[in-house]
């Protein structure tokens, strides 16, 4: 069974943790992935650098523009990651945008994905029709799970079609917003949070965009099966490199 | 066999709209609406209006006689840089106020590269009394200061870009990611047939004025709606979609794109896309784009900020790739040339961006009887600087 979905089936709130590859060094991917599982962490989301990450704030744009300068390319990614599964067994999700996969040859990354070991893919600038006419067959192929977006906006009848298309879980995005502008949660989210869990859909939904601390974990996780933080952490590695990885993780949960 | 959008947005392959779902909302609401508003008579009435007695509408198609003797050709201007702002942009910034006004919506955002686009967006924005946001690489706001005063003084506020290569594309990426944390109450006037579906279409439709007037002023000129060729130059596309618009389905017009080539297509300074460029995903768009063998979207060069875009629209690379279009690359060197010839020639100043297309008469010979149409897209006020720079003045 994929790693994402017997995680899923366990009985506790899942931990995912966004960093981009190559960042802050070029050849810390491995070092943080094991740190991570090694301090309890449910799921990672390896993110593949790109040049113009249009849904994200200013700290992932910037992680990203320094991996790229460091030198981090989809072949080196998959390089550096050619024997994780020799050390670590959680699950692991790549993140990016559609064009490298695209360059890349999306069935070529795809059958590499699954040679390492990855679970799943996000790429929200692949949009749900184009996954479904085009790709959808070839991530089945390689076993691959692809998680689809949903945001306060999306509408009843979209949330169920992507409910449908999906098969793990689903990536809800708290706020309207790009990736770390804001912080906290109010009353519109919680009220989002709760339209959501009354449709009673077939795929667990994991909370990102928005969360930094254990009290936006808390608050995320409510009344969804997890939450994802990003921006916060690549702030954490800015500021203390790969060696306090433990530190940010505990002070979560 | 159409060279236009099909109703999901497609040229051929290039085009529909590789978005993430913050923008689906926005774009789908847009994408629903847009032909129904167009096609609604007050609409029309109104867009038209403010063409003739805002804009200066229909713009002359004027005979340039001593080019055309030194070319050996008839040689057409199709005269868009006499719009109110300067050139054709703000055939569509009219376009969109309207729209956006229509879809309820109350306060703008847009990109500019030159600041041509950004003005063309807060004149528009004036007019209607409507919140304007123009987004503008910081690099952009150095060297086009004089287009940042403008915009400002339309009431614009201008914030820059610090991404990224701080120019067009991260401006493009800005305005985007203010679209994703405003979904509601904002409209995006994106500047050119860029974009995702149905901005290309949507666009295009607006900038079709100039093809429509080449018509019927062809017609009056020479007996004829339709000449040999309409040559326009393309950055993201605009003023060449207005351009082609009408004769996209008639095989017995030439259409001559015109790109810049910077220093040289082959000097890793350039802008010609369809030369230099690969099938991607840029700003929500299949098209062609210059990028990285990895896919990382690499920075243009071009004398003319109009042209430095890494991609193109859609329906140019089908254009491109179906061999619809003929396609020409034209350096600085050739460009800032072909401008002074037609000072000298024509006692018409146009901007670096129209010089490109003036500029393919040099090497591309056309029969003495043909009807050449060249749209000249903008006045070359805003670019005197270089001019002064480039010739010494």
Redesign the interface.
Known sequence: MNRIKQKLQEDKKILSIYFTAGYPQLNDTVKIIQDLEKNGVDLIEIGLPFSDPLADGPTIQESSTIALKNGMHTELLFEQLKDIRETVSIPLIIMGYFNPVFQYGVEAFCQKCQEIGIDGLILPDLPLDVYQEEYEPIFKKYGLINVFLITPQTSEARVRAIDKASDGFIYMVSSASTTGAKSGFGAEQTQYFNRIASMELNNPQIVGFGISNSETFDQATKNTKGAIIGSAFIKHLTQNGVEQIGDFVNQIR | MTYHADERGYYGEFG???????L??NCEELRQNYLRIMAEPSFQEEFHQLLKDYVGRPTPLYFAKRLSEKYNTKIYLKREDLCHTGAHKVNNTIGQILMAKKLGKNRIIAETGAGQHGVATATVCALMGIKCVVYMGEIDIARQAPNVARMKMLGAEVRPAL??SRTL??AT?EA??DW?????DTHYIIGSVVGPHPYPDMVARFQSVISEEVKSQLQEKEGRENPDYVVACVGGGSNAAGAFYHYLDEPEVGIIAVEAAGKGIHSGESAATSALG???????SKTLLM?T??????EPYSISAGLDYPGVGPLHAHLYVSGRGEFISITDDEAMKAGLGLCELEGIIPAIESSHALAIFEDRKFKEEDIVVVNLSGRGDKDLQNYIDYFNL
Do not use: F
């Not at chain 2, 994703?180 to 509601?184: D, L, S, W």
């Not at chain 2, 063998?293 to 690499?298: E, F, L, V, Y």
């Open positions: 529909g709209a590789y978005i993430p779902e913050m689906y909302p991404s990224g594309k991260d990426n985007i990611r994703i944390n405003n979904p509601v690969k099938v991607g995903i840029i700003h929500g990028q063998a990895d896919g990382q979207i690499t």
